[in-house]
């Protein structure tokens, strides 16, 4: 390998179908205008050099050997835990990977990896595509995840997912409300761990037949909304039937019970980012939240990514 090799891949965010897209809900994802590119330089000496800079400052750094792939030791990080696990599983896929003596790695997120919009998906699709190799088969080897965040990862464009036992179905859509400009992202300063919700969420035996009817055709309903006002039933309906299945309350019933417009959990409740739609102006949503000691509040246009030119 003589000329660096770049790779890039968008983060995510999952509209509709949180945790029920596990157990094969037709789900709306986005893919955000956030992402992690992934730089592959050759070096001289052996091994593996790995450098992972988030907004340009560097936050992790380690060297790996063959062997460490093969017997990841005790002393690992959970991040070098991750990496080589996932290095490992591309080199199952494809023997000749890695087949050069040494490499130097750069990762480069921008966005705070505390986020939640993909810092595992947006580096499981870059590994998958520097190994060619299929990122599903290689999600499934490190995850029990739905691949919807991998789908994000692969589309410029909003996304209906499905995935019913090993078969995986994604369309490219249209999702741009007429409303948008009411629409924010609101981070609530929680790191969710997803893969331990899903593990969780899994453990259930309940197959929830009638929810994943309800909520597929919610997000159908909801990708057709043309009012806000519709948009906002919408919303509470899924929140309301997904809190019943998870038995705790919705997060505007539990944090902004006075709050006026829809708030809607994303991916794993309780922590990373809410949607949150109003008519308040941006400076009264602003100010609300900042009140409640929340500052991270993005609008639509600078979250999602809505290439609409091969639609």
């Known amino acids: 390998m003589d000329q660096a090799q770049f790779f890039y891949s968008n983060g995510k965010l999952l509209i509709t179908a949180e945790y029920l897209v596990l157990k094969g809900a037709l789900s709306l994802a986005v893919p955000t205008q956030h992402g992690q590119s992934l730089s592959v330089y050759p070096k001289t000496n052996e091994g593996l050099i790995w450098q992972a800079f988030e907004n340009d400052e560097q936050w992790l750094k380690f060297h790996l050997n063959k062997d460490d792939l093969l017997n990841p030791t005790e002393d690992f990080s959970p991040e070098k835990t991750f990496i080589a696990q996932l290095l490992k599983q591309a080199l199952a896929l494809n023997p000749n990977f890695l087949n050069a003596s040494a490499y130097r790695i750069e990762t480069h997120l921008n966005f705070n990896r505390n986020w939640g919009l993909g810092t595992s998906s947006t580096l499981i699709n870059n590994v998958a595509q520097w190994a060619q190799v299929d990122a599903f088969d290689l999600l499934a080897r490190v995850s029990k995840g739905s691949g919807y965040d991998v789908a994000c990862a692969q589309n410029d464009t909003p996304i209906l997912f499905q995935r019913l036992k090993n078969k995986i179905w994604t369309e490219a859509c249209i999702f741009s409300p007429e409303f948008k400009d009411q629409i924010?992202?609101?981070?609530?300063?929680?790191?969710?761990?997803?893969?331990?919700?899903?593990?969780?969420?899994?453990?259930?035996?309940?197959?929830?037949?009638?929810?994943?009817?309800?909520?597929?055709?919610?997000?159908?309903?909801?990708?057709?909304?043309?009012?806000?006002?519709?948009?906002?039933?919408?919303?509470?309906?899924?929140?309301?039937?997904?809190?019943?299945?998870?038995?705790?309350?919705?997060?505007?019933?539990?944090?902004?019970?006075?709050?006026?417009?829809?708030?809607?959990?994303?991916?794993?409740?309780?922590g990373d980012f809410v949607m949150v739609r109003s008519d308040w102006d941006k400076k009264t949503l602003t100010n609300y939240f900042r009140l409640k000691g929340l500052n991270t509040l993005i609008p639509w246009d600078n979250m999602v990514l809505e290439d609409e030119g091969d639609l």
């Not at 899903?198 to 309940?206: E, G, I, P, W």
Request: proline share 2%.
């Open 184 to 270: 924010y992202f609101l981070y609530l300063g929680k790191k969710q761990k997803t893969e331990n919700e899903v593990r969780r969420f899994l453990t259930q035996k309940k197959d929830y037949n009638l929810e994943i009817q309800e909520i597929s055709s919610l997000s159908l309903h909801l990708l057709d909304a043309e009012l806000a006002v519709d948009f906002d039933k919408i919303i509470e309906e899924h929140e309301a039937i997904t809190s019943n299945i998870l038995g705790i309350p919705s997060i505007k019933k539990l944090a902004f019970p006075d709050f006026e417009g829809s708030i809607k959990s994303l991916g794993a409740w309780g």
